[in-house]
Nanobody
């Protein structure tokens, strides 16, 4: 079992940057693909970025070129570096095991709120 705790959210101005952290508890962290998801009010949760066990990253078109996902297996932590933020990026951000999410077996934490506003 892998559990995730998100942190690093907050209020940022348009065009600004923010770095989110995702601390994982499972010993198999290095073997699983980790994804960052977000959910805005009235919208479905969407996959923003994911990184595999070999550090291969993929991004949603909406954030490509602006967000960077990374991982530190020694610290069992994944990160999401966000730049050029817009109000449309405002959402609660979650991290999770991508395969577990796809299989409908994921447990979601509290997430971390990102608000982009002047």
């Amino acid at each position: 079992q892998v559990q995730f705790v998100e942190s690093g959210g907050g209020l940022v101005q348009p065009g600004g940057s923010l770095r989110l952290s995702c601390a994982a508890s499972g010993s198999l962290f290095s073997l699983v693909a980790v994804g960052w998801y977000r959910q805005a009010p009235g919208k479905q949760r969407e996959l923003v970025a994911q990184i595999g066990s070999r550090d291969i990253a993929n991004y949603a078109d909406s954030v490509k070129g602006r967000f960077t996902i990374s991982r530190d297996n020694g610290k069992s932590t994944a990160y999401l570096q966000m730049s050029s933020l817009t109000p449309e990026d405002t959402a609660i951000y979650y991290c999770n095991h991508v395969r577990a999410v796809d299989q409908g077996l994921a447990y979601w934490g509290q997430g971390t709120q990102v608000t982009v506003s002047s």
